[in-house]
């Protein structure tokens, strides 16, 4: 089959005054979104809720502080259900504009919270989430591990597709996973803006042999929320975006575009991946099946099961 779709990423970053202003910042996009005729559109991670770069939420080895407690309740507070209003928001999104969206969101689920992509469709609505498998470094601090009962490959219209957030990326047997689910789109979200992470961007297309789109938060420091977006200072940039599409190739279809807020369009065609992977298809005659084996556990992790 041969699909020739636009798709996006819109770069844009949480605002610090919260959740529903955040909200209005997606929402402002829409009449972009329909111009640019993107039936595909991916936000950065942790978008609705925020990632809080710098943070340590009053922590030190061994102790932590009663500001880092009160920290931690602003910040679960400003975090979101998948079947809050937020989303429900972005569902009418997504039907207005006919576009699929794969958005980062800060996910409550009792009393902890994951990092998570949330897949949108313009018929049906929420269709499916991905919670970030290994948080990186001090983000474990607040954010729980996701399991691999929340790993979708999902139709989207354009293609096939898949989330890894950030630095999941990065993990090897993840990735093959989600090829051997024959994910055609990779989505990205993220807040890394170096350019090692996008040479990653690129690796990952050229050997899934997969589009990829990558997009990163931009996001002013706070002595810098009084001005423009027009008069930032690039050089005190809290996350300096730099969001990219990248063909199964490994080449850059469009950006990075970087420091500025926006939406950034490239048209792929799904019949691309089919020469692409003529001479590599890792789960496929590239693989080795009688040298290397992959078992993914895909059931969801409970701390009580309870059995009547």
Not at 155 to 179: D, Q
Not at 266 to 293: C, K, M, N, Q
């Amino acid at each position: 089959r041969m699909v020739k779709s636009v798709v996006a990423a819109l770069q844009i970053g949480s605002n610090y005054e919260g959740k529903a202003a955040t909200l209005r910042d997606i929402l402002s996009f829409e009449n972009q979104i329909l111009e640019s005729n993107a039936k595909l559109v991916v936000l950065p991670e942790a978008l609705l809720g925020g990632y809080p770069k710098g943070d340590m939420f009053g922590a030190q080895l061994g102790y932590r502080l009663p500001s880092g407690r009160e920290e931690f309740t602003r910040y679960y507070n400003n975090a979101v259900d998948i079947d809050g209003e937020e989303i429900a928001e972005l569902e009418g999104l997504s039907n207005r504009t006919q576009a699929f969206l794969v958005v980062g969101v800060i996910e409550r689920a009792n009393s902890s919270l994951f990092c998570t992509a949330v897949f949108i469709s313009p018929e049906h609505g929420v269709v499916g989430k991905h919670r970030k498998l290994m948080p990186t470094g001090t983000e474990r601090l607040i954010w729980s591990q996701g399991d691999g009962s929340t790993m979708p490959v999902i139709e989207s219209g354009c293609g096939k597709v898949g989330a890894g957030i950030c630095w999941e990326n990065h993990m090897p047997l993840f990735r093959t996973a989600m090829y051997a689910k024959g994910v055609e789109i990779w989505c990205a979200p993220t807040v890394d803006e170096r350019d090692v992470w996008r040479s990653s961007m690129r690796h990952i297309a050229h050997e899934g042999r997969c589009f990829v789109i990558s997009c990163c938060q931009v996001q002013p420091t706070p002595a810098q929320l009084n001005k423009t977006v027009a008069n930032w200072d690039d050089n005190r940039l809290l996350i300096g975006g730099g969001s990219m599409i990248v063909g199964p190739l490994g080449d850059v279809l469009a950006g990075p575009f970087e420091k500025e807020v926006g939406l950034l369009t490239a048209e792929i065609d799904t019949d691309d991946l089919i020469g692409a992977r003529y001479d590599l298809d890792v789960v496929g005659h590239y693989g080795r099946p009688d040298v290397f084996s992959l078992h993914v556990d895909e059931s969801a992790r409970e701390s009580a099961v309870f059995n009547k």
